[in-house]
Nanobody, 128 residues
């Protein structure tokens, strides 16, 4: 497993932007599939975005496509989620996740059980 720590959440008005960061500590970060999930009160944790190890493949939930961008810096061991045009329905606790085991580079891992390492989450609140 990997230790992950999210940061960058906060309160923002609708239409605003935030950038979330996820810091990893392991030496093999560059081999992991990374993802962001979110969980709103009373709802299940849902997939937001994923990126493969060499940044050649990304995949987004339909609800965030065109507004959010996932990226990563393998030297700094950081993953990011740039969130633009935020909406009140984006309000949730956002989690960073890592898949540290074997992965296919041409497959989109989008369910929680695909990932074995999770951060504690960072709160994003979008006011209307």
């Amino acid at each position: 497993q990997e230790q992950l720590a999210e940061s960058g959440g906060g309160l923002v008005q609708a239409g605003g932007s935030l950038r979330l960061s996820c810091a990893a500590s392991g030496r093999s970060f560059s081999t992991y599939v990374m993802a962001w999930f979110r969980q709103a009160p009373g709802k299940e944790r849902e997939f937001v975005a994923t990126i493969n190890w060499d940044r050649t493949r990304t995949h987004y939930a339909d609800s965030v496509k065109g507004r959010f961008t996932i990226s990563r810096d393998n030297i700094k061991k950081l993953a990011y989620l740039q969130m633009n045009s935020l909406k009140p329905e984006d309000t949730a606790l956002y989690y960073c996740a890592a898949r540290t085991g074997a992965s296919a580079n041409n497959y989109d891992y989008i369910v929680t059980t695909d990932y074995n390492s999770w951060g504690q989450g960072t709160q994003v609140t979008v006011s209307s």
